[in-house]
RNA sequence: GGGUAGGUGGCCGAGUGGUUAAAGGCGGCAGACUGUAAAUCUGCUCUCAUUGAGUACGCUGGUUCGAAUCCAGCCCUGCCCA
């Protein structure tokens, strides 16, 4: 490819690239270029969110480029204040190693593992010393930090921000300086320490990076991006089914926009959202489960969602064998949110939503008294809300 | 250091001695309707138990028959001043 047509390629989808003209200056190098992706390890699990930027450093890679993932294990301490209207709960050191131990591995679901360069920036941020610290930070201003719009807006607000989160840009940029990076990859809420990178470049004389910034993939909600912290995300490991799932319970809307930045199309508005919105969900599953998954999911979710044939459909199964004793409907749907969905349920609230509103149905049939004993058989099925029910083996 | 405003349930936010487990909103959950969409409607939303009980309004003590509400000390945050 053409340095011209790489740029085409490699811009397309930014929500922001500064500048196009220096990115093509840099790809006429004719050398591969080193392109930073900070990944930030304070959720071990990888979402859609993450893969928008991910997917942009695999075009990268794949136009002969040098993909370089920064893994913030020291600055993941501190906590990106990005974003965010308060200060984020630092992470141990411990649970920044395991999560980006899983992170990278999820990571290279997208990247090739091969071509990949990892660094972990407390190789650098560990060894310095007070002085040090002291020099860099001497090199930003105040109302340099203050113009980043989430400080100013916690000071207008009168919230509190602690003068270590100021840090993080400071360290973000400097993280650019050691990896001399060509080039950085980020979400829109990245941009202003993406912008501190390219000024200490320059006071390091090093040629300063291309900022490519990429559009912020809303949650499942529709209106906050989508982050493990407010609960709206869709794993990149979340089973088949569940991502399907999770898929189709997007508002139109937001369908548009996953197809836009997840996939890089414009959706056909001829044909029923529905189904557009099934054709989405099963390219995203293929995607990360392998090429059959996508319509395997899709047919699995048909016949439970659209026929309600919940006798034919996949389920968890659980074991009656493995049932508690003196069972009631209360105890047995208290057990297989527990054991089948991970989900602890308090007594009141599985009374009263899920038992007294005739949620809770076994093979059809409601089960409106909490205290009423049940016995199941092998082969019921067990239905505790629209989205959760089990076959009891 | 001084002054001042404040700290209420996941969040916002009423509440200033007693039917206050605490108005209202948001969020969340369940149901109806549907396309597991949107919109709308209904119910639930501290915990445990069948009516009932326990725990809760920054923390610790105190006053009182009774406190989120009054008093004292402490901790924390904002703002103004130094």
Excluded at 104 to 116: H, N, P, S, V
Excluded at 126 to 154: C, H
Excluded at 298 to 327: N, Q, V
């Amino acid at each position: 490819m053409s340095p011209e047509q790489q740029l085409a390629h490699l811009a397309a989808g930014a929500a922001k690239v500064l500048s196009e003209k220096e990115l093509l200056e840099k790809l006429r190098l004719g050398r591969p270029l080193r392109v930073k992706l900070g990944v930030d390890p304070t959720a071990p699990d990888l979402h859609l969110g993450h893969t928008v930027a991910l997917e942009k450093l695999r075009q990268f890679q794949e136009t002969g480029h040098q993909a370089v993932l920064l893994i913030g294990d020291f600055t993941a301490t501190i906590g990106d204040p990005s974003g965010r209207s308060a200060t984020r709960p630092p992470l141990t050191r411990d649970e920044v190693l395991a999560n980006a131990e899983t992170y990278t591995d999820q990571a290279f679901k997208i990247l090739d593992r091969a071509k990949t360069e990892i660094v972990y920036n407390g190789d650098w941020f560990r060894k310095m010393n007070y002085e040090e610290i002291l020099r860099l930070n001497s090199r930003v201003t105040l109302q340099q930090m203050l113009q980043r719009e989430d400080f100013r807006n916690r000071l207008d607000a009168g919230q509190e921000i602690r003068l270590h989160e100021l840090q993080y840009p400071i360290m973000q940029g400097w993280d650019s300086v050691e990896i001399r990076a060509d080039v950085e990859l980020g979400g829109t809420d990245q941009l202003f320490n993406i912008l501190v990178g390219r000024d200490l470049q320059k006071e390091e004389g090093q040629p300063q990076q291309v900022v490519i910034v990429m559009p912020l993939l809303e949650g499942l909600d529709g209106v906050r991006k989508m982050s493990k912290s407010y609960g709206n995300y869709i794993g990149v490991n979340d089973p088949p089914q569940e991502m399907f799932g999770k898929l189709m319970s997007v508002s139109d809307e937001l369908m548009d926009r996953y197809y836009q930045l997840l996939l890089g199309e414009t959706r056909d508005s001829a044909g029923h959202p529905m189904d557009a919105k099934k054709s989405l969900a099963a390219k995203i599953t293929s995607r990360y489960h392998g090429a059959d998954a996508g319509p395997a999911a899709r047919a699995d979710w048909e016949t439970r969602f659209s026929k309600k044939d919940l006798a034919a459909a996949e389920l968890p199964e659980i074991g009656i064998s493995s049932l508690p004793a003196d069972l009631t409907v209360l105890s047995l749907t208290a057990h297989t949110f527990r054991t089948a969905f991970g989900m602890e349920k308090s007594n009141g609230e599985l009374r009263k939503q899920f038992i007294m509103s005739g949620s809770v149905q076994l093979n059809g049939e409601k089960l409106i008294d909490p205290a009423a004993p049940v016995a199941p058989q092998p082969g019921d099925v067990l239905k505790l809300s629209k989205k959760h029910a089990v076959r009891l083996i």
